[in-house]
């Protein structure tokens, strides 16, 4: 069992940064994939970027592309998402979670088995 604990969330104007944080704690290893996804009232969600234990290979949506990195640091069992230049339509609550394999599935959420509970996200124009 993996349980996942997001943090960072907060209030921010246009242009403005947030870092989020999601600890791993439970069974993980190498071959597990963290991904970021966000979910905006009424609206499906998205898959925002995915980073690979094993080799820290990364996957971004076009959408955040230049603007949001994911890392991690292993001997914390943490995974980050900086986001900088922070939009409105950016607001939403932000989930981490963990699958086994590399594949980045960042379309098809329903991939990941894992889940945070979520924290929330508002940038105001």
């Known amino acids: 069992q993996v349980q996942l604990v997001e943090s960072g969330g907060g209030s921010v104007q246009a242009g403005g940064s947030l870092r989020l944080s999601c600890v791993a704690s439970?069974?993980?290893?190498?071959?597990?994939?963290i991904g970021w996804f966000r979910q905006a009232p009424g609206k499906e969600r998205e898959g925002v970027a995915r980073i690979y234990f094993g080799s820290g290979g990364t996957v971004y949506a076009d959408s955040v592309k230049g603007r949001f990195t994911i890392s991690q640091d292993n001997t914390k069992n943490t995974v980050y998402l900086q986001m900088n230049s922070l939009k409105p339509e950016d607001t939403a609550m932000y989930y981490c979670?963990?699958?086994?394999?590399?594949?980045?599935?960042?379309?098809?959420?329903?991939?990941?088995?894992?889940w945070g509970q979520g924290t929330q996200v508002s940038v105001s124009s």
């Open positions: 439970g069974y993980t290893s190498s071959y597990f994939s």
């Open positions: 979670a963990a699958r086994e394999g590399a594949s980045a599935y960042l379309s098809n959420p329903a991939m990941y088995k894992y």
